[in-house]
Antibody, heavy 118, light 108 residues
Framework: EVQLVESGGGLVKPGGSLRLSCAAS????????MNWVRQAPGKGLEWVSS????????YYADSVKGRFTISRDNAKNSLYLQMNSLRAEDTAVYYC???????????WGQGTLVTVSS | EIVLTQSPATLSLSPGERATLSCRAS??????LAWYQQKPGQAPRLLIY???NRATGIPARFSGSGSGTDFTLTISSLEPEDFAVYYC??????????FGQGTRLEIK
């Protein structure tokens, strides 16, 4: 069974940093691209970042470019999101999600809440 | 940036009725489009990928169609568990994924 479990969310002050982790199991992690997608309270889905299976290709939404860094450790079956210079508008549930082919996301974690507030 | 516009914003129907949800892209995305269902407090679930392919375990009452700029998600006969929010998503450009704003399907 595919499982994605996020951790590392919490309350942080504006300008602060946080590192999210995602532990993957139930599939060959090193064969899949991975994504972070977020959802602000009561709002829709917003893609944050993607990383290819071997980390060769990395992409970011304009809203986080230069502040967030995605990475993965295939030996540990883990995905990460380093978030710096956090802003109030980064407040959201952050989902770790597995890529399916070019377009889709077929498995999602349950999410971890990040709250940026003073 | 490609913008996806979903309509209607809210759709009120009864169980057993047919639901038709629309997603329009601001420029062609070929068939690089997916549909998701999200229920309150839950993560999204993939329904349709590559515009018309049902994901694993998705009931046959869900179908997707379209290409280019106009796409449709059809639920042939609504079950009580189908009332949720539905999102379309595109990735015609590898470097950018965008979602529509969602359609809320509610019980009439």
């Amino acid at each position: 069974e595919v499982q994605l479990v996020e951790s590392g969310g919490g309350l942080v002050k504006p300008g602060g940093s946080l590192r999210l982790s995602c532990a993957a199991s139930g599939f060959t992690f090193s064969s899949y691209s991975m994504n972070w997608v977020r959802q602000a309270p009561g709002k829709g889905l917003e893609w944050v970042s993607s990383i290819s299976s071997s980390s060769s290709y990395i992409y970011y939404a304009d809203s986080v470019k230069g502040r967030f860094t995605i990475s993965r450790d295939n030996a540990k079956n883990s995905l990460y999101l380093q978030m710096n210079s956090l802003r109030a508008e980064d407040t959201a549930v952050y989902y770790c999600a597995r890529g399916l082919g070019r377009v889709s996301i077929d498995y999602w974690g349950q999410g971890t809440l990040v709250t940026v507030s003073s | 940036e490609i913008v996806l516009t979903q309509s209607p914003a809210t759709l009120s129907l009864s169980p057993g009725e047919r639901a038709t949800l629309s997603c329009r892209a601001s420029q062609s995305v070929s068939s690089y489009l997916a549909w998701y269902q999200q229920k309150p407090g839950q993560a999204p679930r993939l329904l349709i990928y590559d515009a018309s392919n049902r994901a694993t375990g998705i009931p046959a009452r869900f179908s997707g169609s379209g290409s280019g700029t106009d796409f449709t998600l059809t639920i042939s006969s609504l079950e009580p568990e189908d009332f949720a929010v539905y999102y379309c998503q595109q990735r015609s450009n590898w470097a950018l994924i965008t979602f529509g704003q969602g359609t809320r399907l509610e019980i009439k």
